[in-house]
């Protein structure tokens, strides 16, 4: 079969020509529909090295998936050859307590081995996938795989995140969005269809803007000149923001969410840019919590696609084959993608 491989860090992935994987006891096949494309790939093509993490290439890019069962090893049950599924794409160690909850993305071994398929184990960006758990397969009932890919982690990430602080969501709050690209337009439906608050969303480029406001934004706001963090306040109503989530990470994203931080605001940090921020007592008014959050849960997942299948969240998705996988990658570092590319093969 074709996939998407890494070779060795620092460098491009190529397309190689793979044994098609072959299903174990307990374990399932599926045919690919749809492999989301993710900014966490660049990071790991272009800045981990040999030795940074206890995993490593060569393997098959790709940690967002959906598809259609296709084989399945020994003892399976309700499940059925064509039937369209999600995949849970954390690997846990699967027996710590937060791994027995499904919360595999606080797996206490997590730092030990590979975090999830596409990273050290062989992911999406294949005609087949090995999933080696039938529990990491959620159905999905009508909807596309294409489309529901990016769920997995574009949407499931946010969702986790907008469960936590919905309590601050009140009617009459606000709730600020930095960087409105593959996870934040997801983070804005979700936020639209799960809290009354008033969604204000930044980014650099126009055109993320634009889908923002198309995906229920109530107003945005383009980073770059001086005044941003005025134009925020501004947006606010110059009552600051309740909830900022922050899908860059970078220095400057992070010193935003500070400058529109109103007390006791909750300022969540997502983006993997691993920008610095400088904390003491006073850095931020009273009582902010200024905190991470990273992808999801397994029953969080199932709750994502029920929340698709009512309509309410749905990605906005620009197709590639395989063989243009790595053209997808060049917008994405160029910043020219809408929403999310979904790689089909
Ligand atoms: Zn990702
Ligand atoms: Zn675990």
Partial sequence: MRALQLKSFQSDPELVDLPEPE????????????????????????????GMAPWGPPFVLGHEAAGWVHRTGGNIKNLEHGQPVAVYGLLGCGHCQPCAAGAENLCVHGMEGPPGIGFGVDGA?????????????????????????????AGLTPYRVIKKVQPKLTPGSHAVVIGAGGLGHLAIQILS??????????????QALALARQVGASAT??????????????????????????F????????????VAKPGMDLVVIGAAAGQFTWNFYALPYEVKLT????????????????????????????????????????????????RAVIVP
């Fill in 221 to 246: 706001v383009q980073a770059n000149a001086d005044n941003t963090a005025q134009e925020l306040k501004d947006a606010t109503k110059g009552a600051g923001a309740d909830v900022v989530l922050d």
């Fill in 23 to 50: 299903p174990g006891p307990g374990q399932v096949v599926i045919k690919v529909g749809g492999a989301g494309a993710c900014h966490s790939d660049l990071h790991v093509m272009r800045e981990f090295a040999e």
């Fill in 292 to 339: 991470t959050s990273f992808w999801g849960t397994l029953p969080e997942l199932h709750e994502v696609i029920a929340l698709a299948r009512q309509n309410k969240v749905k990605a906005h998705v620009q197709r590639f084959a395989l063989n243009d996988a790595l053209h997808a990658y060049e917008l994405m570092e160029k910043g020219q993608l809408d929403g």
């Fill in 125 to 153: 960006m294949a005609e087949y996938l090995l999933v080696t758990d039938p529990r990491r397969l959620v159905p999905i009932g009508d909807l596309d795989p294409a489309d529901v890919a990016p769920l997995t982690d």
């Fill in 248 to 259: 860059v990470g970078s220095a400057p994203t992070i010193a935003l969410g500070a400058a």
């Fill in 193 to 206: 269809a799960m809290t009354p608050a008033t969604v204000i969303a930044v980014d650099v480029r126009e």
